[in-house]
């Protein structure tokens, strides 16, 4: 009950932001937040709940973005030497909805690559994978325009046209869509960790072979979290490329995956505020930073400092380590006592 | 006027490498009766137990449960046909709270598909409430609801190997397979355990067990199976495996006089 109040405190003060926030500059900083903030959270999926750690993640990310700048910019590309293969523009929010499954697809495919590997080889597989796409963002140039990058990116309209539209261009409104999609992406993975689904995902990182032994079937609950965190992230990528409207193969930068991964284990992986507040911590830090005007190098390497410092000190992560300051009666849900009903919500 | 088997072990081999851990083992399991494996160290009874469990694949035999063929299938399907085990090194999801898991071990109980869990659908939180119910049962039953709220980590020993038992129990198996569960406890936790499998047998669950107890095992079993390296030397009930002289030489024997000195 508590954990709902605050989250609603949350919400309303995020929502509140535009209203006092005057440099349209901050509100900039904070979208782009929101958008890593939504592919970290899609990463905890895999990294903090089943615990296989994915270091491809700006792959799912990157194939949202130009599969949703494609649909909705259409292509004509020339297959075998006589077929062409062409797609008339569409709306925005269709192509994002392509995104979506087309990266849900991907982390399909991923998923039953790593049937039997984990660990390391799950590592590999995904780093593999996102240099794959990468390359391929490069080189095809007929349907990526590679390094040229893809221009002009629609930005999304909602409603019905000539009656009600909204038109996510500009700052105030483009927030408000990443802050909406955040909240989507919070309550989906909330519904799912704490369901008979993300317990079977929890059981995988704990104990692989009990997990299996109580019938879990470890490489389904795999599949499904690849295909739900990479639906989420390619989610994340086609919000990033209908805000700036530009994509070019960048968006698969290795340091993304980098940056993912880094606010979900300083925030706490495998907790739902986690990646929030690891994604809030690194993603306005370096603006402050720059506020102060000091040299990038120097900027940087506060970065990591504060990265490392966290690290050591705090090995489970921000969230975590707040959490077991509170009162333990708090965290349990106020009388102490343990209800059947009462656990997993004390503990979310 | 005996039960029919449920589970029959033909020929069983299991090889590693050059090490053969179980020779042409065969036995079978009665509906309902508690069957003791024992041996000396390294007989090959957990290694049995992998087999019959997915957890490693037989060099040769066959292991039909209910008229069922397991050989070759994973352990998550075999667990879905009732055959559960525990680990003989403890094995509990340790980040957990004693509740957290019991309701993971209820995995197979639960009706949620992926798609209305994510909807948030009332069918999934009613199923959820149901689960929670059915895991405070199953913390009763065993007796270690008075921590459910605590961290499996955090727990004695004891109590860790009687949270083991009701997460297997909570996959609901028909035969339940435990590998030295009271190996670690004291005397009254072990009478305790004791009575515990009693009350798993009214439930009409089926046990094989693995365990060093002799006091235990002469208690409870119906009937005991001795292995000595990899090969069965006696399948008898406790009162003729007590006297069986191959059994003394191999195994009791051994045990007596270390119980004594
Ligand atoms: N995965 C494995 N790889 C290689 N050898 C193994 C493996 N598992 C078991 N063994 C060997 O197989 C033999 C039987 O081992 P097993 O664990 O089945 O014995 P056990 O009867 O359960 O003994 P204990 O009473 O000590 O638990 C031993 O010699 C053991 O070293
Ligand atoms: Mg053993």
């Given at each position: 009950m508590t954990n709902r109040i605050l989250s609603l405190a949350w919400v309303a003060f995020l929502i509140s932001i535009p209203f006092w926030m005057e440099d349209l500059y901050y509100l900039h900083v904070l979208i782009v937040t929101g958008i890593f903030i939504i592919a970290a959270m899609s990463l905890n999926l895999l990294l903090g709940y089943t615990g296989q750690l994915s270091l491809g993640h700006v792959a799912f990310f990157g194939i949202g973005a130009y599969v949703s700048s494609l649909v909705s910019l259409g292509f004509e590309i020339h297959v075998l030497p006589n077929t062409t293969v062409s797609l008339d523009p569409k709306p925005v929010w269709f192509a994002m909805l392509v995104a979506v499954i087309f990266s849900g697809l991907c982390g399909w495919f991923i998923g039953r690559v790593s049937f039997k590997v984990r660990g390391a080889y799950f590592v590999i597989v995904t780093v593999s994978f996102a240099e794959v796409v990468r390359l391929v963002s490069l080189n095809w140039m007929e349907l990526t325009q590679g390094p040229m990058a893809l221009n002009n990116i629609p930005y999304l309209t909602l409603g019905i046209p000539e009656v009600f539209e909204v038109e996510f261009i500009g700052k105030v409104p483009c927030y408000y869509l990443v802050l909406a999609v955040a909240v989507f992406t919070y309550v989906v993975i909330r519904r799912l960790v704490q369901s008979r689904a993300g317990r079977a995902m929890i059981a995988l990182r704990e104990n692989e072979p009990l997990a299996s032994s109580v019938g879990v079937d470890v490489t389904r609950v795999l599949v499904l979290a690849t295909i739900v965190s990479a639906g989420l992230a390619g989610l994340a990528g086609a919000l990033y490329a209908h805000y700036v409207r530009i994509v070019d193969?960048?968006?698969?930068?290795?340091?993304?995956?980098?940056?993912?991964?880094?606010?979900?284990?300083?925030?706490?992986?495998?907790?739902?505020?986690?990646?929030?507040?690891?994604?809030?911590?690194?993603?306005?830090?370096?603006?402050?930073?720059?506020?102060?005007?000091?040299?990038?190098?120097?900027?940087?390497?506060?970065?990591?400092?504060?990265?490392?410092?966290?690290?050591?000190?705090?090995?489970?992560?921000?969230?975590?380590?707040?959490?077991?300051?509170?009162?333990?009666?708090?965290?349990?849900?106020?009388?102490?006592?343990?209800?059947?009903?009462?656990?997993?919500?004390?503990?979310? | 006027m005996t039960a029919p088997t449920v589970l029959s072990i033909e020929g069983l081999s299991i090889r590693f490498g050059g090490l053969t851990a179980v020779e042409d083992l065969t036995f079978q399991v009665r509906e309902g009766e508690v069957l003791t494996l024992i041996g000396p160290n390294g007989a090959g009874k957990t290694s049995a137990f992998n087999a019959i469990t997915g957890y490693i694949q037989p060099s040769a035999g066959d292991i039909v449960y209910r008229g069922e063929c397991l050989v070759g299938m994973k352990p998550n399907q075999i667990a879905a046909r009732g055959v559960v085990r525990t680990f003989q090194k403890t094995s509990v999801f340790s980040g957990l709270t004693m509740f957290e898991n019991v309701l993971t071990g209820l995995h197979l109980r639960g009706k949620q598909h992926p798609l209305a869990i994510m909807l948030g659908l009332p069918s999934v939180r009613r199923d959820e409430e149901r689960l929670r119910a059915e895991a405070w049962e199953i913390l009763k039953l065993v007796g270690i609801e008075a921590r459910a709220g605590e961290q499996a980590s955090a727990l004695p020993y004891g109590e860790l190997r009687l949270l083991e038992v009701a997460v297997a129990l909570a996959a609901k198996p028909t035969l339940l397979l435990l590998d030295e569960p009271v190996s670690g406890m004291n005397p009254t936790e072990t009478a305790d355990f004791m009575t515990l499998i009693g009350r798993i047998r009214a439930l009409g669950i089926t046990i094989l067990l693995v365990e060093h107890d002799m006091k235990m095992v002469m208690g409870i079993s119906d009937r005991i199976v001795c292995l000595n390296q990899g090969r069965i030397i006696a399948d008898a009930p406790p009162a003729e495996i007590q006297k069986d002289p191959e059994v003394i030489r191999a195994y009791l024997g051994e045990r007596y006089v270390r119980a004594r000195g």
């Open positions: 193969p960048d968006v698969f930068l290795f340091i993304y995956t980098v940056t993912m991964v880094i606010m979900v284990i300083t925030g706490g992986k495998g907790t739902l505020a986690g990646p929030i507040v690891g994604g809030l911590v690194f993603g306005i830090f370096p603006e402050v930073l720059r506020g102060f005007q000091v040299q990038p190098e120097i900027q940087w390497i506060t970065y990591g400092v504060l990265m490392i410092l966290i690290v050591y000190f705090l090995p489970a992560g921000i969230v975590p380590a707040i959490r077991s300051l509170l009162p333990r009666r708090l965290v349990e849900g106020g009388d102490g006592s343990v209800e059947p009903n009462a656990t997993a919500e004390a503990r979310s | -």
